[in-house]
């Protein structure tokens, strides 16, 4: 079937704009997460939405960065007034959410963002 | 906190072994787990490995975790250059994965 979808692919913005960058997630995955990927660091986790349950904010760098998973499905990561230091690779994935095994991330090919 | 260290870099002929090596401190780990990434692409679930085991193989690659040490490799055999890529450690925490910085193999002709 159809994996995690990102869109856009890449993103180019102006120091200030604010940015949305979209995931849709594999059919029939509760869980949903952010991570953010900079140049020459590993996986910074974001947020992660379960289900129904309010989500784990406490990888959001800055309230500049939120997130909103509509219908338990497609999920948009907003990041206003833009900032240089936010260019990185925003990856997102998804997993059943029930149990160990079934937990196992599934992950898009991200969206690579540049603020000029 | 949670934190997991791998080497950043590893360089092998073609058809050697590769043993990537990687530690965690989370003791309540669960799973652990290896993703490869290719230039430009997200990251490709390769294996994991529950934390009741030591050794897992698939293929041409095989997981040893050594709960104890809190150590965990990735050993490719006949690694080929389309194995050339950055292979992620992650630990399973409560809700989240965390992962290392990535080791980069490249794999030489």
């Known amino acids: 079937g159809a994996g995690v979808s990102q869109s856009p692919s890449n993103k180019v913005t102006e120091k200030g704009k604010d940015v949305e960058l979209r995931c849709d997630p594999i059919?029939?995955?509760?869980?949903l997460y952010w991570y953010r990927q900079s140049l020459g660091q590993g996986l910074e986790f974001l947020i992660y939405?379960?289900?129904?349950?309010?989500?784990?904010k406490s990888g959001l760098p800055s309230d500049r960065f939120s997130a909103e998973r509509t219908g338990g499905s497609v999920s948009t990561l907003t990041i206003q007034r833009t900032q240089q230091e936010d260019s990185a690779v925003y990856l997102c994935?998804?997993?059943f959410g029930q149990g160990a095994k079934r937990d196992t991330q599934y992950f898009g090919p991200g969206t690579r963002l540049t603020v000029l | 906190g949670e934190d997991v260290e791998q080497s950043l870099f590893l360089s092998v002929r073609e058809g050697d072994s590769s043993v990537i090596n990687c530690t965690y401190t989370?003791?309540?780990?669960?799973?652990l787990y290896w993703y490869k990434q290719e230039p430009g692409a997200g990251l490709q679930l390769l294996t994991y490995i529950f934390s009741n085991m030591d050794m897992k193989q698939d293929q041409r690659l095989t997981v040893l975790l050594n709960k104890k040490d809190k150590h965990l490799s990735l050993r490719i055999a006949d690694t080929q250059t389309g194995d050339s890529a950055i292979y992620f450690c992650?630990?399973?925490?409560?809700?989240?994965?965390?992962f290392g910085k990535g080791t980069m193999l490249l794999v030489s002709p």
């Open positions: 992650a630990e399973r925490g409560d809700s989240t994965l965390t």
């Open positions: 994935a998804s997993s």
């Open positions: 939405f379960q289900g129904n349950s309010a989500p784990d």
């Open positions: 059919s029939g995955h509760t869980a």
């Open positions: 989370d003791s309540s780990s669960t799973y």
